[in-house]
């Protein structure tokens, strides 16, 4: 069920292949066009494990930190960097987890680095 909007949506499936694709490993932010992040908002509504799905991420499950953490380590390896300092930087940043939380997911990322 991860991402299965990809596969339902065949317009929100190219656009972000495309944003991915693009993105690639740029070692600078690039900010996305209004349309791109059109569908990268329409995608994080239709799926749980994105923390903008919700109000809080309190609301999140273990199966959403899980998966977000599959993603995390992804977007990681995409962008060539290591995927602690990519945490650390997007927890600064955007997400703002409460610490236990953060906890969760770093161990489910030490686990999928195996």
Do not use: W
């Not at 990681?76 to 703002?96: A, M």
Request: hydrophobic fraction near 30%; proline fraction near 4%; charge should be negative.
């Amino acid at each position: 069920m991860h991402d299965n909007s990809k596969i339902n949506c065949e317009d929100e499936f190219l656009a972000l292949a495309k944003i991915i694709q693009y993105g690639g490993k740029m070692s600078t932010y690039t900010p996305l066009s209004p349309s791109e992040n059109n569908f990268t908002k329409l995608h994080q509504k239709h799926n749980s494990h994105h923390v903008e799905f919700y109000k809080t991420p309190y609301d999140m499950s273990r199966l959403d930190l899980m998966e977000f953490a599959c993603d995390i380590c992804a977007r990681s390896e995409q962008k060539g960097t290591d995927v602690f300092t990519y945490l650390e930087s997007d927890q600064e940043k955007r997400f703002h987890f409460p610490n236990f939380m953060y906890e969760e997911i770093k161990f489910y990322c030490s686990i999928l680095k195996r």
